[in-house]
């Protein structure tokens, strides 16, 4: 079975700090998939970013950077020079390579920037 | 381009009444999912569907039944709602090994 845990509930900083929200995933799996999603107040929900299991490669866009460590199986998201357009609540998800395609959701982490 | 959207965005419901939420997409993906969310908990899987005419459970399919009789369309039905269905739905879609895109979600309150 696949679990993740995001262990931030909730987080505040003030505009301009940068912010790190960590996921940490479980899976037997040797092939899935990683996901980042955004969920802003209005209540829809963005997605941001995928990487697969292969590929550890940090990636950055933008203020958005992400760093993916298989070793420690974390996949964590840092917001650089935060803006109060961040705030959010932010999910990461995790999907398995085989199966129903299902994404297994963490608890979301709440951010609050503090203009 | 509309991607995913979802009808109706709110609705409130009596104990015992019945309803079904539409979902529909416009990307031609073959997978089409709904989850429900509820805080505390992250969003968790109802319902999938893998192509058209197929429908399967998720993790918390009690109370709800589905239908994906067109491609593009993904029903979730409530027979008789109950206090515990009071939720936010997401349904979302995907191509095969693609990325899952959500639509905008509907609220549900059932009294």
């Known amino acids: 079975a696949q679990k993740v845990t995001q262990a931030q509930t909730e987080i505040s900083v003030v505009e301009k700090e940068d912010v790190t929200l960590d996921c940490v995933y479980e899976?037997?799996?040797?092939?899935?998939?990683l996901f980042w999603y955004k969920q802003p107040p209005s209540g829809e929900l963005v997605f941001l970013i995928r990487?697969?299991?292969?590929?550890?490669q940090n990636e950055i866009s933008g203020r958005y950077s992400w760093n993916f460590q298989k070793s420690t199986s974390s996949f964590n998201f840092t917001i650089t020079a935060s803006q109060v357009v961040d705030s959010a609540v932010y999910f990461c998800?995790?999907?398995?390579?085989?199966?129903?395609?299902?994404?297994?959701f963490g608890t979301g982490t709440r951010l609050t920037i503090i203009p | 381009n509309a991607g995913v959207t979802q009808t109706p965005k709110f609705r409130v419901l009596k104990t015992g009444q019945s309803m079904t939420l539409l979902c529909a997409q416009d990307?031609?993906?073959?997978?089409m999912y709904w989850y429900r969310q509820d805080p505390g908990m992250g969003l968790r899987l109802i319902h999938y569907?893998?192509?058209?005419?197929?429908?399967a459970k998720g993790e918390v399919p009690d109370g709800y039944n589905v239908s994906r009789l067109k491609k593009q369309n993904f029903l979730l039905g409530l027979e008789s709602a109950a206090p515990s269905q009071t939720s936010v739905y997401f349904c979302?879609?995907?191509?095969?090994?693609?990325?899952?895109?959500f639509g905008p979600g509907t609220r549900l309150l059932v009294l």
């Open positions: 990487r697969n299991s292969f590929d550890e």
């Open positions: 899976t037997r799996d040797t092939t899935y998939y």
């Open positions: 990307m031609n993906h073959e997978y």
């Open positions: 569907s893998v192509g058209e005419g197929t429908t």
């Open positions: 979302a879609s995907s191509s095969t090994m693609e990325t899952q895109y």
């Open positions: 998800a995790l999907r398995v390579n085989f199966g129903n395609e299902k994404l297994t």
